[in-house]
């Protein structure tokens, strides 16, 4: 399809931190974005939470002020167009897995519980005990854990009857905002195989896992195709963003997985890293891996499956830091300190001068609950640099350590493709180069925000095809390739990180 001038793709992120919309042209340059963020309660240890009321609200709001932007930019005879935007379609992706109860008006019945909440542990070890770890991976995927929605929902039966007395149907952020802009409840299999209840050949929710938890199918939304054109924007949306006609919304898939699509990883080799709060790793197979550690969804295009392993704590780590340590009078750091904090560690030499930072600043990690974060090797003639360094090359070693369980398992690992917005940070750009051994391939933008446009491009008919979205969307960087001389020293500077990462589960354990 040749695009007119002003023709848009736009794009609904209900994210870690906060809900944007993201407008792209047909080739996918992205044009703008809008933001509204919110944030993250954690009333106990191992908790997490948000206001789930807040993802809608986020979400509708962000979107509106992009048809705003964009029209202000149509107006002004901009690149953009010599007159009205016309935005052919809407696509959505949002963290996963996280979910909330809602009534049967959509109305949140509580807390959402986010994918890092590990209140749900004795559940997910139920699940293990229950059905034996092999076969529950080959239904679905998945190993039982805290992080997944099934042990969730199970612990909200034990522990807030009152909601299941409602009739609760559990959605997750990206299906909150489909029903808020559509009025239509709906999944794909990307969000539904993060419940652990999904039947991942069949590519429907598994009558075997709901009968034997005695889960009622009305409590699991309709499992749709990501690309499908879940319904059109809402009247109600449609005036009160002053639009000139309806829009079709395309439901779209989980975040990662839409990333993965943005950086053109579509058959086996390369490796999709979506570098934002945490870090979500994924590769395509042919068929799924028989690594019990390793998780599996299916792709957002048809066929193929996706490897999906993650850290829940790399971006959020550096985060913290730099808010800690860059940010000015006690505000956030900003993304002049996030780049600051990357040059001086640029300045530091590979090892950190023996500092180890294990980064796990979300009370434990998604296959490891009782992992906690530390620093080790501090001497007083470390500054803040030293500490940069560490936790940027700390978060490398835990990748490595996935992406060599991912080669293990037999799948392929040829190069990584870094998106996200730390994307923007050389010098971590260039230790994941040096730790992992790979070709690190930055992509320009935002990975999982330019998949969700090509998802809506293809629902909507843009785009005839995969190949042709692929190729009109996603642009990577050069390659960095990985420095020799670095080698030896991370090599040795791995093997201390997973020694720490072991004292530190057995230190948390026994006390």
């Not at 995969?466 to 642009?475: K, P, Q, S, T, Y």
């Not at 670095?486 to 990462?501: K, P, S, T």
């Amino acid at each position: 399809m040749t695009s007119a001038p002003g023709e848009v793709l736009l794009a609904i992120d209900v994210g870690t931190s906060s809900a944007r919309a993201v407008a792209f042209d047909l080739d996918g340059h992205r044009l703008l974005e809008a933001r509204r963020r919110y944030s993250i309660s954690t009333p106990q240890p191992g908790w997490a939470e948000q206001d789930a009321r807040l993802w809608r609200s986020a979400a509708l709001a962000a979107l509106g002020e992009a048809i705003r932007r964009l029209n202000g930019m149509a107006g002004r005879g901009t690149t953009v167009a010599e007159g009205a935007v016309r935005i052919l379609a809407i696509g959505l992706t949002g963290q996963c897995p996280t979910v909330v109860p809602v009534d049967r008006r959509g109305e949140p019945l509580g807390p959402g519980l986010m994918y890092r909440d590990n209140r749900a542990r004795a559940e997910a070890a139920e699940l293990r005990d229950r059905f034996g770890d092999e076969r529950i991976h080959a239904l679905t995927g998945h190993l039982p854990a805290a992080f997944h929605i099934g042990p969730k929902m199970m612990w909200l039966r034990r522990h807030c009857p009152e909601i299941w007395a409602s009739d609760p149907l559990f959605l997750q952020p990206r299906d909150l905002a489909a029903l808020a802009l559509t009025g239509e409840a709906a999944t794909d299999g990307t969000h539904a195989a993060a419940t652990l209840l999904y039947d991942l050949r069949a590519g429907a929710w598994s009558d075997a896992m709901l009968g034997a938890l005695d889960i009622d199918p009305r409590a699991l939304p309709p499992i749709r195709a990501p690309g499908q054109v879940l319904g059109d924007l809402r009247p109600a949306l449609v005036r009160r963003f002053g639009l000139p006609g309806t829009i079709p919304v395309i439901l779209g898939g989980a975040d990662s997985q839409a990333c993965a699509l943005g950086a053109g990883v579509v058959s086996p080799g390369p490796v999709s890293e979506m570098a934002g709060s945490s870090t979500c790793l994924n590769s395509v197979v042919r068929e799924p891996l028989t690594e019990l550690l390793i998780t599996h969804y299916p792709h957002v295009i048809p066929g193929p499956y996706t490897t999906e392993t993650g850290i829940n704590t790399t971006g959020a780590a550096v985060g913290w830091l730099a808010d800690l340590l860059y940010g000015r009078h006690g505000a956030h750091a900003s993304g002049a300190d996030y780049l600051a904090l990357d040059a001086e560690a640029a300045a530091v030499p590979p090892g950190a001068d023996g500092v180890l930072a294990l980064p796990v600043l979300g009370d434990g990690e998604r296959t490891n609950a009782d992992l906690r974060a530390a620093f080790t090797g501090l001497s007083g003639r470390h500054g803040r640099a030293i500490l940069a360094r560490a936790i940027l090359e700390g978060a490398a070693f835990a990748i490595r350590g996935q992406l060599e369980l991912l080669r293990n398992a037999g799948a392929p690992v040829t190069e990584l493709r870094v998106s996200g917005g730390d994307t923007r940070l050389a010098t971590w750009n260039r230790i994941k180069a040096d730790v992992t051994g790979l070709p690190v391939r930055p992509i320009p933008g935002d990975a999982a925000a330019t998949g969700v446009a090509m998802l809506a491009g293809l629902g909507a008919g843009v785009y005839r095809d995969v190949d042709e979205a692929i190729a009109r969307c996603v642009r990577p960087d050069l390659a960095i390739e990985p420095s020799e001389s670095a080698r030896d020293i991370y090599d040795r500077a791995y093997q201390a990180y997973a020694e720490l990462a072991g004292s530190a589960v057995v230190t948390r354990t026994q006390g």
